[in-house]
């Protein structure tokens, strides 16, 4: 009877059970736990919601930080603090493009993170189209004086975002080309691979000895529209930007953790800055909300005891700053953090669900890896032959020697909002995000809990 | 052997053989023809870039009219000509919402037609949300007092676009009640079924004795945002919107026709003007281009001697002033041109493709309905057995007695785009807009080559 009646009890009071100790079942029990919750959902809400856009310097960037550093504590993750770094503050102004004819049309653009500005009267000056990025380097020195430069290159949706690889330095580096040139403004069409006419706004650099031009993305059916307008002959077009550039600001990052038993750290995030134009709900809040709703699962598994501590320090941190000068945030982090980082992943692209794992660890920990497949196979994630890439935030890491996968979301239809107005909370299906929270509470968990070392070359 | 020879030339030179005098054979012939060629590609292309936008009463509708004029002349229809009528011209400004708070965030909106304005540097106010028109309504005399009223309805998709005549009352009239009630602005939700960012304005009325208030559309995403904050706490926003009554403008509508051997009319066209957002692609240059199209088919088929110069005269106009003023370009037509209309068929419904068949015609002309519903088949259009709706062009012929079909076009996703600056050229299907010529072209034959009797009622 007693034994019958402490097993009921068990199976009624499961906190009371012992705790899973092998990593692989703990990770499959937390893939479950995270699926019959929705907390990333409601952070990726309150973010949104309360705070809203949050560009890099900006004041609501550090009201978020408060915002967030409460939310980590509140969700049971120890140790939160802040650390803020030195960053540009730029502020975006008037932008409007209209074509100089008899039935000037308006076009809808929005100036590049830290372009330069025109007169506040504007300018107007001729269209010189380029096909891509090859064809304006072909250009000759002074050819383009005075002209605005525009470049009609498409970008087609890909599940792995490899076109957005393959094309942004359209974006990042084609007006400073242009600006050596002599042209007088950038215009481009927006890395953009949705319908909606809404420019898509994101970096663009200019080397020192290079003075930063008005630089802008065209919305793709304006740039379309451009496009049919240049071949029925000249255009000319009255161009206003005038973004400012306010100095020295400050950014920063939201650190917490579930503290370890040992010395080493498996690190995780997101970024918590966005761009100005949507509310940052893809890029990133969703990668923070993520990364924080996996921590949380971990924290309640650890504090009921259906989990020991794990060995490793789960170190969870909401960067700030990606979109502008990237890799700052993790470089703090490291500066401020010195214990080794044995495993790395981050969330930094959108909402959608994880559909396959790559990894780059050391050649011993790949039976591990395979392990972390079968547990992540019933949420429809295929481990792939190609090696992880990391991300921006936690590149800092990587070079330092940490192993690294990437549980890679479809991106089919990131860079149909990725930078734009449309960035909000209503793109985002609830369900998919959850799947990936269980991926991302599965893999780190596998990784926190485990003696395998995973840094692919010598210790560091 | 001569007969043969002469069977051999037939065959290699149609245009040489008998004319087609069976007006449901020429209707297929049409159908057929129509498929084939892509004017009215080139027409809507032409006309939303070397135009663009065509507010009501602006420089721009006046261009357009000439642009059509010619066009319509190049494509072979006769005795083409301008009627011009007075409407209000009324132009936007600047439009801007910000909530007042320690994250202010823009919410993107944009003022409905004929909206009153701000003051320049704008109105701060509290917002009072409802639910639906009815409970605005239902708000007690001066409750509104100084506030800015919100009303956040969805609009759900609908094949045949009869969400939007259920809820358009929201923008039409609902401005008019909050004002009568002290309200200092009044917002709504987008009447909008797509998830961009991107407001749709439309006409909103005040009757006389009612001062016009500011009054907007809220992007849908925007709306869901600003019902989140409400539901958090009290929302303050501040709201800038200066549009313009400019005063007396001109409109006007361009017509040009097929002449045929008899007195009485067969009717058709869309509308020339367009909201001034989008370049007003799928309202409604695609139903101008439609019609247009579909007119070019026959006009071709008459001038080789493949069918016969048309019983009935077919008349092709494209009004003036639809979105505003609605019945004054249909009327100004009638009021132009005494001959009988026996029959209308109007394009006002976006690009995509015809799916139903809906007729309000003399009850002895069912069976001639269903000789063309046979001809239409092979399109993929289906006879309905509800009675034609018509449309607001060729209302006042209808109530002057016409018959009248509808070829409905599918709605699905026409308030996608509707009346936002998305309406542009870039989301027309080709393939969708051909069909929907064919049927065009195949109808109006099948009206205008016939002794059918449509007319409904007792002749007019």
Known sequence: MRAIATAVLMMAMPALAAPVRDPVAGA????????????????????????????AASVPEAHARDWMAAEMTALGLAKVHIQTFAVPHWERGVETATTIGPNPQRLMLTALGYS???????LDA???QFADLDALKAAPAGSLAGKIVFIDHEMRRAQDGSSYGAFNAIRTAGPAIAADKGAAAYL??????????????????????TKPI????????D???????????PVRLHLVLTPRDLGPGTSGNVVGEITGTGPDVVLTGGHLDSWDLGTGAIDDASGVAITLGATKVIADAV???ALPRPKRTIRMVAFGDEEAQGPLGGATYLKGHPEPVVFAVEADFGADRVWSLRSRVAPA?????AALARVLAPLGIAPSPLPAFGGEDIAAAVQGGAGVVDLAQDGTHYFDLHHSADDTLDKIDPQALTQAVAAYAATLWWAANSDVEFRPGPPH
């Open 116 to 122: 330069g500005a025109t007169p506040d009267a504007g």
């Open 28 to 55: 499959a029990l937390l893939r479950d736990r995270a699926l019959a919750e929705n907390s990333a959902l409601a952070i990726v809400t309150g973010l949104t919601t309360e705070i809203g856009p949050r560009l």
């Open 303 to 305: 504090k009921t005891g």
């Open 365 to 369: 920990a790949a039976p591990a890896v």
């Open 214 to 221: 008005p630089a802008a993305a065209l919305s793709v059916p």
């Open 188 to 209: 481009h069409r927006s890395l953009a691979t949705g319908p909606a006419r809404l420019p898509h706004t994101g970096v663009t650099r200019f080397p020192d000895g």
């Open 126 to 128: 001729d269209v010189v």
């Open 223 to 233: 740039a379309k529209q451009l496009a049919r307008l240049v071949a029925l002959g």
